[in-house]
């Protein structure tokens, strides 16, 4: 049965709070407004949420000035929905317009910016992508010279890193979901059953249970474990001897969960049961390490710790979990690289995962919030001992 | 009931051909190699299909020779996956590696091409996008000096435009499952349900009756027509007097479909009855014009010159349908600017739309493929009367 829902979306006080939290970043910063192209970030000032960013064809555009509410430039596709947003503000053109995509209403805009040569923050580092053609980027610029065009990574993803607690209730409803469908797997799978119909039992018991879509499942049976942690569903039978591992990011109101399980069909055997205990106590000890003022680097140390009684390797995933929000994987990775400082209200994976046997790989994952005290689980922590199907 | 489905995946010789009509475009280009790096191109020339893509964290480079098997530069969480595929040379690094996510494995490829001047293509043009950190793209191209970077989009979307018979067959399979599934739609919605349980229920049924998933699925509700076709929905129950739009892309090993139906809930209102019947004959005569030879632009005229008796203001989506495939929209696109010249095996969307009323539009869609001797439905064709529930 579907778990009690939040109210859907957000007080217009949340918007405020995310702008003027931006604005006074890009004071210190001397950024005279930021350009945002992505989903995430679009959505995340204004609160326009469509699928509808699947379709490539057309570029979204938001402006956030030094001062006021975002300015959206969009396709008149989506105007009607943002106009139900608290922006004032929305210029769009008739989309596509392959000769003229948005670009000159972009540097009406940006012409005045550019001719008191200010600062334009862009988002061009580490985890992000320019979502719209490189052409009409490169024209963009060249439209507008003397204006210069800092990268504005850290600053966005260091606002959206620490979560609110509107956005931490979402979260917490979403993860709750993913935990009640996996209880279920149990009586919902079984020995013989073709593994793209796990993924479609695993589906249809989410939505049932209140998600409002599974974007995001990848999972693998092997016998004695599986190699490979992000393929799509073959169609072999469970069979008994397998380790089934299902990896989930559903979403509830834009925001996902993201987290795994594993499984045994029938008794497992030595090594795969000796993974997961490691991966087990790897979690605990990344569960005991998650307090503020932790670094990412020495979370991901203290499971690694662990993780290295069996394999000392570091693995193929590159890291042992990351943020999580309204994006499968957000800022920070729990990684020898991230030196990020965990604050309060930042929403986590733990992910330890290792290397064994016959290049066999085994992944554990739990969603956390950081407290003041120390880690607050998301999902319902995974069983100490394997369960057997 | 699931339908009987097609094999998944496809011969190696799909690629081989593949890559060989590129690479006899690339000749007469003049192009030395393509860079590519976004999820459908990857999968086109490599069948690397996954949904890990949704992470934002690692970016995938595909490099296609002049002549050979394509080279794969990619995360090393990938790699288990891709060695599964027809490529032989696949090069990968432990991501995500903030301070080198494949530059340098790319830049050792590419330098003998740059130190010879050789011309590289990239996309770059009309709905494309960068799936790389635009600062990482400005350090390649850095590194590169003398390598000529012309954009290929036109050669790459002009191959992918014509499906091969193994693509059709799974174009033509989720179409008939997105058939199936609205069949099924007036037993499981009814007068009172809440919009977001329409949604939850079409997803389930899609499910059931074969989908891999439902990536997209976007609808309205409103008294005597609704305003909006990209919103999620609300928790407003549907009442009498409603009229409900369901859009759906379905997909089943890696092919949508895209298409919508409209329903009344109780009689309908004059007006959108006559805004449906408009839009039914817009789509007969998109259907009777959908010919090899005929332009997209010829299309675009022969639907709109049948919407015109209601709208003659062009509306608000930009254009009347497109191409589909691995993606919700591919090229072309069914408009003024576009002379794409219809060619047999070609899947698109016819989907006219009208404006009418206060604020209020309707959307229609089908899906089809272009034979020698004209469009053959995917889609079952939408009832000539609007369904009543």
Same mark, same amino acid.
């Given at each position: 049965?579907?778990?009690?829902?939040?109210?859907r979306g957000?007080d217009? +006080? *949340?918007?405020?709070t995310?702008?003027?939290?931006a604005?006074?970043r890009?004071?210190?910063?001397?950024l005279?407004g930021?350009?945002?192209?992505?989903e995430p970030?679009?959505r995340?000032?204004?609160?326009?949420?469509?699928l509808?960013?699947?379709?490539?064809?057309?570029p979204?555009?938001?402006?956030?000035?030094?001062?006021?509410?975002?300015?959206a430039?969009?396709? *008149?596709?989506?105007?009607?929905?943002?106009?139900?947003?608290?922006?004032?503000?929305?210029?769009t053109?008739?989309?596509?317009?392959?000769?003229?995509?948005?670009?000159?209403?972009?540097?009406d805009l940006?012409a005045?910016?550019?001719?008191k040569?200010?600062?334009?923050?862009?988002m061009?580092?580490?985890?992000?992508l320019?979502?719209?053609?490189?052409?009409?980027?490169?024209?963009l610029?060249?439209n507008l010279?003397?204006?210069?065009?800092?990268?504005?990574?850290?600053?966005?993803?260091?606002?959206?890193?620490?979560?609110?607690?509107?956005?931490i209730?979402?979260?917490?409803?979403?993860?709750?979901?993913? +935990?009640?469908?996996?209880?279920?797997?149990?009586?919902?799978?079984?020995?013989g059953?073709p593994?793209?119909?796990?993924?479609r039992?695993?589906?249809?018991?989410?939505?049932?249970?209140?998600?409002?879509?599974v974007?995001?499942?990848v999972?693998?049976?092997?016998?004695?474990?599986y190699?490979d =942690?992000?393929?799509?569903?073959?169609r072999?039978?469970?069979?008994?001897?397998?380790?089934?591992?299902?990896?989930?990011?559903?979403?509830?109101?834009?925001?996902?969960?993201d987290?795994?399980r594993n499984y045994?069909?029938?008794?497992?055997?030595d *090594?795969?049961?000796?993974?997961?205990?490691?991966?087990?106590?790897?979690?605990?000890?990344?569960?005991?390490?998650?307090?503020?003022g932790q670094?990412?680097?020495?979370?991901f140390?203290?499971?690694?710790?662990?993780?290295?009684?069996?394999?000392?390797?570091?693995?193929d995933?590159?890291?042992?979990?990351?943020?999580?929000?309204m994006?499968?994987t957000?800022?920070?990775?729990?990684?020898?690289?991230?030196?990020t400082?965990?604050?309060?209200n930042m929403?986590?994976?733990?992910?330890?995962?290792?290397?064994?046997g016959?290049?066999r790989?085994?992944?554990? *994952?739990?969603?956390? =919030?950081?407290?003041?005290d120390?880690?607050?689980?998301?999902?319902?922590?995974?069983?100490?001992?394997m369960?057997?199907?």
């Amino acid at each position: 049965m579907p778990l009690n829902a939040p109210v859907r979306g957000f007080d217009q +006080s *949340e918007f405020e709070t995310r702008t003027l939290n931006a604005q006074k970043r890009m004071a210190e910063q001397n950024l005279d407004g930021l350009l945002l192209l992505s989903e995430p970030e679009v959505r995340y000032f204004s609160g326009f949420q469509t699928l509808f960013w699947q379709s490539p064809t057309r570029p979204w555009f938001l402006f956030v000035p030094a001062s006021g509410k975002p300015i959206a430039i969009i396709p *008149e596709i989506g105007a009607a929905l943002m106009r139900q947003s608290w922006l004032e503000d929305i210029r769009t053109w008739s989309a596509p317009a392959p000769e003229d995509d948005g670009i000159s209403l972009l540097t009406d805009l940006l012409a005045p910016l550019a001719a008191k040569g200010a600062r334009l923050g862009v988002m061009k580092g580490h985890e992000t992508l320019l979502r719209m053609p490189l052409g009409d980027w490169e024209r963009l610029v060249a439209n507008l010279p003397g204006l210069e065009m800092p990268d504005a990574t850290a600053l966005v993803q260091g606002l959206r890193m620490v979560k609110s607690p509107a956005e931490i209730e979402k979260l917490a409803h979403i993860c709750a979901i993913g +935990s009640s469908t996996f209880a279920r797997i149990p009586e919902i799978i079984s020995e013989g059953m073709p593994l793209e119909e796990v993924f479609r039992g695993f589906r249809r018991e989410a939505l049932l249970n209140g998600a409002d879509d599974v974007p995001y499942l990848v999972g693998s049976a092997g016998l004695g474990g599986y190699e490979d =942690v992000i393929a799509p569903p073959s169609r072999r039978p469970l069979q008994k001897g397998d380790i089934l591992m299902l990896d989930t990011g559903a979403t509830w109101d834009g925001y996902f969960c993201d987290f795994d399980r594993n499984y045994a069909i029938g008794t497992p055997d030595d *090594e795969s049961r000796r993974a997961y205990d490691v991966l087990f106590r790897a979690t605990e000890a990344g569960l005991a390490a998650a307090k503020p003022g932790q670094t990412c680097r020495g979370l991901f140390q203290a499971m690694q710790s662990v993780i290295a009684e069996m394999d000392d390797q570091g693995g193929d995933i590159g890291r042992l979990g990351h943020g999580l929000g309204m994006q499968l994987t957000e800022q920070p990775s729990h990684a020898a690289f991230d030196n990020t400082v965990l604050q309060e209200n930042m929403v986590l994976t733990l992910e330890p995962s290792l290397g064994y046997g016959e290049k066999r790989i085994m992944v554990h *994952e739990e969603n956390i =919030v950081i407290r003041a005290d120390g880690a607050e689980l998301l999902s319902t922590r995974a069983a100490p001992e394997m369960p057997i199907i």
